[in-house]
């Protein structure tokens, strides 16, 4: 009996989790059941040129994805309802006439030749494309990439952040790598337009704000 007993002992203890395997089975359950949401990395370039730097063998490519970038910032950059509402969300100087515009009605400017739409501010405004995001160049499909325009306006909630033409903000100035959605490369159908100042900057400030409070919870979610 004494020896039986001993045994049962024994075999007891060896079925005791030990403290690291209960801690791992708790961060299985905390993280491994619900997976955050989806990323891929990118990179931010301001042009071709930069993209030809890291990628001296696909000069081509890189100028295809640049010449994209371009013609989808002129197609869906966020619209605003005139050039002060432009510069509130991304600073003075950062902002042009949208191509819509009736340019050829403005007035002439007798000094440039040019007309003077920028200056007083009327029609349609956009920013201006700050360089653009590319994902997927090595990764055995065609590359994907999105216009990113950057703020410099004291008072708006996306200074110094990298954000999409949808809201979407993917990093901070000087950024050259990012994090982002899959989302955030799908063009919009129309442009945003924009018609009190500020509305972009809060918009884009909720949207990150929404998608930080959705990975949080997603991580901390339990059973699968």
């Not at 042009?47 to 994209?68: H, I, T």
Request: one cysteine or more.
């Amino acid at each position: 009996m004494k020896r039986s007993s001993n045994v049962r002992r024994a075999r007891f203890r060896k079925s005791l989790p030990t403290a690291s395997a209960v801690a791992l089975s708790v961060t299985v359950a905390l993280s491994g059941c619900s997976p955050a949401p989806r990323q891929e990395e990118a990179q931010i370039y301001r042009n071709a040129a930069e993209c030809k730097q890291v990628y001296p063998d696909q000069p081509q490519l890189c100028d295809q994805v640049f010449g994209s970038a371009q013609m989808d910032h002129l197609a869906t950059a966020p619209r605003f309802d005139g050039q002060a509402q432009c510069e509130a969300d991304f600073g003075v100087g950062n902002c042009e006439p949208a191509p819509e515009n009736p340019v050829s009605q403005a007035p002439m400017d007798p000094q440039t030749g040019g007309t003077t739409q920028a200056s007083t501010g009327g029609g349609w405004f956009m920013p201006m494309m700050m360089g653009y995001m590319m994902g997927n160049l090595m990764g055995g499909r065609a590359p994907r990439q999105a216009p990113v325009y950057s703020s410099s306006a004291p008072n708006s909630p996306i200074k110094d952040k990298i954000v999409t033409g949808k809201g979407d903000v993917v990093g901070n100035r000087g950024d050259r790598t990012v994090r982002a959605a899959p989302s955030a490369f799908q063009k919009p159908s129309a442009p945003t337009r924009v018609t009190r100042t500020g509305g972009f900057g809060t918009m884009a400030a909720q949207k990150a704000q929404a998608s930080r409070t959705g990975s949080r919870t997603t991580s901390r979610s339990f059973g699968g």
